[in-house]
């Protein structure tokens, strides 16, 4: 790969998802586009900008999805997932007594690990939370990784990376040598493709959004404005999670960290009150609700 050929998709990548590229990243970017040229019957890297210069879009987008898919797994750093159990959700549980509901975004979903991982904590809870209506939306800018995140279909690897023993056993089902998630578990939660670069105003407003391990790819100016968004489709008093490398502090004014718990943060200013949401029938815990 020639210099001009990193430095064209460094500001193509950074342009498309905001995916911020060190200068020396190229063995990164070689091991996973090699392999793309390959498959689609290329010579290499340099034909794949030749293509994307020349607007091939199906090229430009599966350059995208290569570059952007990072791993993931159930209850990643597991304190996140503590702290929504024994400090998010109670507190979510008390100030939501009235209407009953709760609207959880997981802003970037990839391969559907953290978003069940949230749905087995709730399901957990199914005693304080019986008549409740829980709609949690996952998203991610690749459609190939929603699409398995939709069939909640995982390798033996996958599963035991994370996931506690008893927790594959009450909500898992082995099918050959692969395991799936219970059907109740994937009606929980919405899928849709979103680039966080674009306006995610359409969502709605949250009251607890997980937004983790995708903003250290970003620069500290995205970053800045992601954080002005988010805080936008956030309820005054919701809560957002990071991952274990991300902070807002000095890149935002719009939250401040949660005193004791780290990674979790609130609101810093009252805005308004939560939204009211009308009044319906209680569904449970078995089927989202569409967005608002």
């Known amino acids: 790969m020639t210099p001009a050929d990193y430095d064209f998709l460094r500001k193509f990548l950074k342009e498309k998802s905001g995916l911020d590229l060190s200068a020396d990243k190229q063995y990164l970017v070689e091991s996973r586009l090699v392999p793309l040229a390959r498959k689609a019957g290329l010579n290499g890297i340099d034909d794949l900008v030749q293509k994307i210069k020349g607007g091939n879009s199906v090229i430009g987008a599966d350059v995208v999805e290569a570059m952007t898919t990072n791993e993931t797994f159930f209850f990643r750093d597991k304190m996140p997932f503590d702290h929504l159990r024994d400090v998010v959700l109670p507190e979510m549980i008390q100030a939501r007594s009235a209407r009953r509901s709760l609207r959880i975004w997981c802003a970037a979903a990839s391969t559907g690990q953290e978003p069940y991982s949230i749905a087995m904590v709730i399901k957990e809870m199914s005693a304080q939370l019986s008549g409740w209506r829980i709609e949690i939306i996952g998203t991610d800018i690749s459609q190939q990784v929603l699409e398995k995140s939709k069939a909640g279909i995982y390798t033996q690897f996958e599963v035991q990376r994370g996931l506690p023993i008893q927790l594959l056993v009450k909500y898992f089902k082995q099918v050959g040598d692969m395991w799936q998630i219970a059907p109740e578990l994937r009606a929980m939660i919405q899928y849709k493709p979103l680039n966080l670069l ?31 968004r988010l805080a936008k489709c956030m309820e005054a008093d919701g809560f957002l999670a990071l991952g274990a490398a991300e902070t807002v502090v000095g890149l935002t004014d719009a939250f401040k960290p949660h005193a004791d718990k780290r990674g979790l943060y609130r609101p810093t200013a009252v805005r308004a009150a939560p939204s009211i949401v009308p009044p319906m029938a209680p569904v449970g815990l078995k089927t989202a609700m569409p967005a608002r």
Do not use: A, P
Request: charged letters at 25%.
């Open 198 to 228: 674009t306006e995610f105003s359409h969502l709605g407003k949250f009251d607890i959004i997980f937004c983790r391990n995708v903003l250290i790819y970003f620069d500290q100016d995205m970053k800045s404005q992601i954080f002005g």
